[in-house]
Antibody, heavy 117, light 108 residues
Framework: QVQVQQWGAGLLKPSETLSLTCAVS????????WSWIRQPPGKGLEWIGE???????IYSPSLKSRASISVDTSRNEISLTLKSVTAADTAVYYC???????????WGQGTLVTVSS | SSELTQDPAVSVALGQTVRITCQGD??????SNWFQQKPGQAPVLVIY???NRPSGIPDRFSGSSSGNTASLTITGARAEDEADYYC???????????FGGGTKLTVL
């Protein structure tokens, strides 16, 4: 069974860099989509980007200039950095893993990141 | 198109059937998926590739798609089905992932 565990700093000041990591067991980064998705309080899901089956990384056009996703295949981990955060980046951040459905079968528990001075 | 549109809220009487819809031009070319999210929890995949149910999802959940509209149907709604439901697909490029704005389902 696939298990997804994520962690990272939960409180940031404006202009700082958000950094989150997700460890995956039971699935490989090769041949599957691994992604980051966020959800502002009381709002809907927003896709940030994903590491694709072909080894490329694709980003949301609205976050492309600030987001970076990397995968450590030796550790089976996916990481997200988001530069120059503002209050608008306050959200629960999820990593989500595609195993065999073509979409996100398994999700991390979510990490609330609050940006406040 | 780069949007998926859902009704913000839908209600259904206990035991009745409800359909939640999602509209977007990219649905003509790319699979639709549906996620259920309960308060304080991560989303759960309930339908993938238009009409397939993951293991463990009750068969009262079904999906379909026609033209630019995807639908999630719950037949015989139960109290525990009260949740937010999100559709998901890709944009016209096939690379960027889209989510609908979500539909809050209330079971009366």
């Amino acid at each position: 069974q696939v298990q997804v565990q994520q962690w990272g700093a939960g409180l940031l000041k404006p202009s700082e860099t958000l950094s989150l990591t997700c460890a995956v067991s039971g699935a490989s980064s090769s041949g599957n989509y691994w992604s980051w998705i966020r959800q502002p309080p009381g709002k809907g899901l927003e896709w940030i980007g994903e590491f694709t089956q072909s080894g490329k990384t694709i980003y949301s056009p609205s976050l492309k200039s600030r987001a970076s996703i990397s995968v450590d295949t030796s550790r089976n981990e996916i990481s997200l950095t988001l530069k120059s955060v503002t209050a608008a980046d306050t959200a629960v951040y999820y990593c989500a893993i595609e195993a065999n459905s073509g979409t996100y079968d398994f999700w991390g528990q979510g990490t609330l990141v609050t940006v406040s001075s | 198109s780069s949007e998926l549109t859902q009704d913000p809220a839908v209600s259904v009487a206990l035991g009745q059937t409800v359909r939640i819809t999602c509209q977007g031009d990219s649905l003509r070319n790319y699979y639709s998926n549906w996620f259920q999210q309960k308060p304080g929890q991560a989303p759960v995949l309930v339908i993938y590739a238009r009409h397939n149910r993951p293991s463990g999802i009750p068969d009262r959940f079904s999906g379909s798609s026609s033209g630019n509209t995807a639908s999630l149907t719950i037949t015989g709604a139960r109290a525990e089905d009260e949740a937010d439901y999100y559709c998901n697909s890709r944009d016209s490029s096939g690379y960027v992932v889209l989510f609908g704005g979500g539909t809050k389902l209330t079971v009366l």
